[in-house]
């Protein structure tokens, strides 16, 4: 049974960073390209970056240069290190796995920027 487990989101004042992490267990984590999405109130869920098992990475122009995505797969766990962050970050944030039957979605965690 495949479980994306998030956490580290809060509430940040405009120009503050957040780390979010997200454990997955039920994957062969180690071979999937792991993904962060967003969803903020009243808008459609948007993908925010990528990583491949070998580590390419590809972000939003929204947050390039601001959010960098990473990976370690000793741990199974997938991080967003989001520095610089602006009102319009606010969302849900979610992590997914492309699974053979479709996305397997995480509980996702609230960040919240305030100005």
């Known amino acids: 049974q495949v479980q994306l487990v998030e956490s580290g989101g809060g509430l940040v004042q405009a120009g503050g960073s957040l780390r979010l992490s997200c454990v997955a267990s039920g994957i062969a984590f180690s071979i999937k390209t792991m993904v962060w999405f967003r969803q903020a109130p009243g808008k459609q869920r948007e993908l925010v970056a990528s990583?491949?098992?070998?580590?390419?990475?590809n972000y939003a122009d929204s947050v390039k240069g601001r959010f960098t995505i990473s990976r370690d797969n000793a741990k199974n766990t997938v991080y967003l290190q989001m520095n610089s962050l602006k009102p319009e970050d606010t969302a849900v944030y979610y992590c997914?796995?492309?699974?053979?039957?479709?996305?397997?979605w995480g509980q996702g965690t609230q960040v919240t920027v305030s100005s």
């Open positions: 990583i491949t098992s070998g580590g390419s990475t």
């Open positions: 997914a796995a492309l699974q053979l039957l479709g996305w397997a």
